[in-house]
T-cell receptor
Framework: KNEVEQSPQNLTAQEGEFITINCSYS?????LHWLQQHPGGGIVSLFM???GKKKHGRLIATINIQEKHSSLHITASHPRDSAVYIC????????????FGKGTLLTVNP | GAGVSQSPRYKVAKRGQDVALRCDPI?????LFWYQQALGQGPEFLTY????????KSGLPSDRFFAERPEGSVSTLKIQRTQQEDSAVYLC??????????????FGPGTRLLVL
């Protein structure tokens, strides 16, 4: 049933390091979301992208629709970036239904 | 309101008890989603409303789960005869227009349900 695979599952980094989280999916999609979830449950949408690359501050997201792969990069990581990062492509053929990866737990140490 | 709110934040239920979880979406948001998140897993889709119409309930795990949004704003997720496997965080999200997946979804803090 695992349509969305994220790697790594856990990632520990030192403050200032460049972070990459990968997402591969098996279904055809039109767009993909990257979400951030802090302890306690709150989820924040970081990006929605359907092609190419988007940048917001220190965060960069890229997607290759043909290769069914997306990456989330964090430059100059900071302890406040510690969270779970979740990739969520649209389910094939649906305008609204998201399929979520299990998430990548990022811990950035000072 | 400023964001999506959910209540209660925590709920402990005895097996067999009925529970009702409430979601207040952002005012004016057309689309509303319920998700279930088990410990250590990503959220899973339960159901989708467009205003008061429940357009997709394919993710509801059994007929013990029921959701409604009678006036197109507040939504309630009801679980009857709760079982231990229902223990999870129940997340609600809303988005502004009809094509919910093609735009930002705003998530509530979730209701953590523990069934003993």
């Amino acid at each position: 049933k695992n349509e969305v695979e994220q790697s790594p599952q856990n990632l520990t980094a030192q403050e200032g390091e460049f972070i990459t989280i990968n997402c591969s999916y098996s279904v055809g999609i039109s767009a993909l979301h990257w979400l951030q979830q802090h302890p306690g449950g709150g989820i924040v949408s970081l990006f929605m992208l359907s092609s190419g690359k988007k940048k917001h501050g220190r965060l960069i997201a890229t997607i290759n629709i043909q290769e069914k792969h997306s990456s989330l990069h964090i430059t100059a990581s900071h302890p406040r970036d510690s969270a779970v990062y979740i990739c969520a492509p649209h389910s094939g053929g649906s305008n609204y239904k998201l399929t979520f990866g299990k998430g990548t737990l990022l811990t950035v140490n000072p | 309101g400023a964001g999506v709110s959910q209540s209660p934040r925590y709920k402990v239920a005895k097996r067999g008890q009925d529970v009702a979880l409430r979601c207040d979406p952002i005012s004016g948001h057309v689309s509303l989603f319920w998700y279930q998140q088990a410990l250590g897993q990503g959220p899973e889709f339960l159901t989708y409303f467009q205003n008061e119409a429940q357009l997709d309930k394919s993710g509801l795990p059994s007929d013990r789960f029921f959701a409604e949004r009678p006036e197109g704003s507040v939504s309630t997720l009801k679980i009857q005869r709760t079982q231990q496997e229902d223990s999870a965080v129940y997340l609600c999200a809303s988005s502004l227009t009809l094509a919910g997946g093609q735009e930002t979804q705003y998530f509530g803090p979730g209701t953590r349900l523990l069934v003993l």
